[in-house]
């Protein structure tokens, strides 16, 4: 039981109990129908209380509706499955793999992108070779998806590499691929799937960046300014789509996870304290699928922060120094690459990863 207590699941306790309008309505109700008087300060602290919290998530949820010109009493249309044509970049292994195999559980056609191939035995899923950080290819699938399948509806980009080196360990190839991946990928997937969306007035599109291009730390400078990107672009994106194409319909979702359960990160060199265990969870791949598909389902554009804790990231350079000091001390989040072996999306002149490595074992 204790191996899965951690942050969230208290914060998930928390939300649906002390921080609950609805939880929280029926105890100055209580109250009151044991005899308690109406002013009293037992029944005005917790009508108080349940005023602030039930104004919180009402300003909240109007602002998602006002993003997405929805309507307090009518919820989106049903989101057809099986009518999507989705594409998913980095498809073939970590979050793309899981995210691929569980959207063709749902009758949808999925088209994967990769430089490697898929292992999977759904029919619907349909694999191309692409390096999604050379134009010229992306370019190239996308002409032949367009003829063989059709005009994808929905666009997530989710290929990803880290390098994890020094600032001045970084060669121009590394920093080439970095960028090329992280960030010059979702450019060219845009320009190749976005003109079928705006002509349909539709779509959905999912940006995977990091808390890393939110809070930056050592040996991940590459890595985080191409993530930092990554956010940026997401968010010109929207304004772009609202206000110069006119297709507020098209929806945008950006996602910022945690260190990840995948081989990307299977060697970042993390605490093993059940204290900081608690803190900073690990994330699941099956959590981010689960939040990825559930945005797609609600149709509202959104960012999704994963675990607990990194909602709070966007605020963490307005705290002053020595706080900003001490997050950055308490997360140990500049020694976590000290040992870092890079074993997914190495190139040809970096040879196979280490051997025992590749089986998705961890160094010690």
């Not at 109700?29 to 005899?35: L, P, T």
């Not at 917790?46 to 909240?60: D, L, M, P, Q, T």
């Amino acid at each position: 039981m204790f191996d899965n207590l951690d942050l969230d699941l208290v914060a998930t306790v928390l939300a649906h109990t002390a921080f609950s309008p609805f939880f929280i309505f029926f105890i100055p109700v209580f109250y009151y129908f044991q005899g308690i008087p109406v002013d009293s300060g037992v029944v005005v602290g917790f009508g108080v209380y349940w005023i602030a919290i039930a104004a919180f998530w009402s300003i909240r949820w109007c602002s998602r509706i006002y993003r997405n010109q929805g309507s307090l009493l009518f919820s989106p249309g049903r989101f057809d499955w099986g009518e999507q044509i989705i594409v998913v970049t980095g498809g073939s292994s970590g979050i793309g793999e899981l995210l691929a195999n569980t959207l063709a559980v749902r009758n949808v056609t999925v088209v994967v992108l990769d430089v490697n191939p898929i292992v999977s035995e759904n029919y619907n899923i349909n694999y191309y070779k692409c390096d999604v950080s050379k134009w010229e290819e992306v370019e190239a699938v996308a002409k032949q998806v367009r003829e063989e399948i059709g005009d994808p509806t929905v666009l997530i980009n989710n290929a990803g590499v880290v390098q994890g080196k020094l600032i001045l360990d970084l060669a121009p190839e590394d920093l080439n691929q970095t960028f090329g991946v992280n960030t010059l990928a979702h450019f060219y997937t845009l320009k190749a799937f976005l003109p079928a969306m705006l002509e349909n007035k539709g779509g959905h599109i999912v940006t995977v960046s990091s808390v890393m291009g939110i809070a930056g730390c050592a040996q991940m400078t590459d890595y985080c300014a191409s993530k930092a990107a990554a956010i940026a672009l997401n968010d010109a994106l929207r304004y772009e789509l609202d206000h110069r194409y006119n297709c507020p319909k098209i929806r945008t979702t950006l996602v910022c996870p945690g260190v990840v359960q995948t081989p990307m990160f299977q060697t970042v060199d993390l605490p093993r304290s059940w204290f900081w265990r608690f803190l900073f969870p690990v994330v699941q791949p099956i959590t981010v699928v689960k939040r990825v598909i559930a945005a797609l389902d609600e149709q509202h554009s959104q960012t999704i922060y994963l675990p607990f804790y990194a909602n709070f990231a966007p605020f963490i350079n307005l705290l002053p120094s020595f706080l900003r000091d001490f997050a950055q001390w308490v997360t140990t989040a500049d020694y976590a690459m000290a040992k870092f072996v890079k074993v997914s999306g190495r190139r040809a002149e970096e040879g196979p990863a280490p051997q025992g490595l590749a089986n998705g074992s961890k160094l010690d």
